[in-house]
């Protein structure tokens, strides 16, 4: 690592231990000044109980921040930084006002925690703030040459595009170039990086091999096997490395804990938004006076045919000429009230019934109709591969891409999931789920030459 690198990493982790430091700070003084002695009778407690108290909530602000990505300064987009920031505060701050209450075995008062809360958020705001900044001072956009393969290259430039605070691509080389050129573009020191963008898979070892014996940054696009691969398991019985892929995903203990998950999650999910569905359904009802739910076709495991719940977003007719499409943007076909479910994610809350009658998963890839896996595996026939665990309520690809991100890339996403399965990258996954109900990448639409898969 460079001492670039090296103090890049320092001043983000000083930075990150200062802001919660900070905020457990501000629970501190909330909790001593104004709780202990004055609104909670019946504990005393001395130092060291202060300091356990003070000490539980600086280890589950730090769990939350860091698992939603309150800490990333520079890594993620601003508003997402804000946003974890604004989930782990509310989140410990209501089990610091549960804890406090079970300790004096009553609901406390819980207007200063409230005020406290409110001035955490604007200190992480400005937080988050004046850490971009520092980080955009200290750390300009990286150079990078992106050498690319026989396959368009819109579609990659777009992504970096959205990302030019931290990376500018400054020229693009084709990998058939004389191979001399390319090894002096790519070794040259006005680059910070080399990106290899679908190059195959004899051309990329080379010059992966090239670019590691130098020491040279690369950021590399990984293709559907490379994805099984990482998802394998070393083993070490001879004087090799093996890389063994299972002929099955889950175990029956992972399958067990998954579906108890499910099952605790989603009952208590639909007792705590029924009064959201009763209200929805109404809504929807009085409208158009049409149905209120929308029962469609979906696969699951082993391409398993059931019938998905959603509330109804669309026009009655949306699909009178019997064809499957997606939604895409602006599309005419939702109504008023389905922008609106569709933008908070309400319209998928029926399919908890689903979840509890055993059809899904709280997490997997989402469910598609058997008329659009059959498109995309005319040109994808990996694309069946989503199909050896539960369709999910929400998923990998729902939460590190975007609706509207091509079937190529999603099904990376699911077998990334899929190949490095965990109960805890379960519940990881379900709290970061939590984030993408606000984030507006999530619920656009498809673009016109998205609809049909392309081949990789």
């Known amino acids: 690592m460079g001492a670039k690198e090296t103090l890049k990493r320092t001043l983000i982790l000083l930075w990150s231990l200062l802001g919660v430091a900070i905020l457990t700070a501000m629970y501190a003084y909330t909790w001593v000044e104004v709780y202990h002695g004055r609104l909670v009778w019946h504990v005393k407690l001395y130092f060291k109980g202060h300091l356990l108290m003070v000490f539980v909530y600086l280890v589950l602000l730090f ?27 509310v989140i410990v701050d209501i089990v610091s006002y549960l804890q406090i209450s079970l300790m004096e075995i009553r609901l406390v008062k819980g207007d200063p925690l409230f005020t406290m809360s409110l001035i955490q958020i604007a200190f992480a705001a400005i937080w988050t703030f004046l850490g971009n ?18 396959h368009p290259i819109d579609d990659i430039q777009a ?87 299972r002929e099955y995903n889950l175990k029956v203990e992972q399958r067990f804990a998954k579906r108890c998950i499910d099952i605790i999650c989603s009952l208590i999910l639909a007792v705590i938004t029924s009064p959201i569905m009763l209200i929805t359904a109404i809504l929807i009802k009085l409208y158009d006076g049409g149905p209120v739910l929308y029962k469609q076709v979906r696969c699951t495991i ?31 076909r939702i109504t008023p009230i389905g922008h609106f479910i569709r933008a908070v994610r309400i319209d998928e809350l029926p399919q908890l019934f689903n979840i509890l009658k055993g059809d899904m998963s709280f997490i997997g890839p989402r469910p598609e109709r058997p008329e659009i896996i059959a498109q995309y595996i005319e040109d994808m026939p990996e694309f069946a591969f989503r199909m050896r665990v539960k369709a ?29 399965y965990s109960v805890w990258l379960d519940i990881k996954l379900m709290m970061l789920t939590l984030k993408i109900l606000f984030s507006p990448e999530a619920t656009e639409g498809v673009d016109a030459n998205q609809v049909t898969a392309s081949k990789k």
């Open 63 to 89: 769990f939350f921040t860091s698992t939603f990505g309150g800490l990333k300064i520079g890594y993620l987009k601003p508003v997402d930084v804000f946003i974890s920031q604004v989930f782990s505060i």
């Open 133 to 150: 900044r520092m980080y955009r001072w200290f750390f300009p956009p990286r150079k990078l040459l992106l050498v690319y393969g026989d």
């Open 159 to 245: 992504k970096f595009a959205t990302r030019k605070d931290k990376y500018k691509i400054t020229k693009l080389m084709y990998m058939g170039e004389d191979r001399e050129t390319l090894y002096n573009q790519m070794q040259s020191k006005e680059y910070d990086g080399v990106v290899l963008w679908d190059v195959p898979a004899t051309v990329r070892n080379t010059l992966l091999k090239f670019l590691y014996a130098r020491n040279i940054r690369v950021y590399m696009m990984p293709k559907i096997s490379d994805v099984i691969i990482k998802g394998s398991d070393p083993l070490h019985l001879f004087d090799t490395p093996i890389f063994l892929t």
């Open 302 to 332: 082993g391409a398993k045919e059931f019938k998905i719940l959603k509330f109804r977003s669309m026009k009655v007719d949306a699909e009178k000429d019997g064809v499957a499409r997606l939604a895409s943007k602006n599309d005419s």
């Open 392 to 420: 999910g309520l929400a998923g990998y690809a729902q939460v590190y891409g975007k609706y509207n991100t091509t079937p190529y890339d999603k099904l990376k996403l699911d077998l990334s999931y899929i190949e490095n």
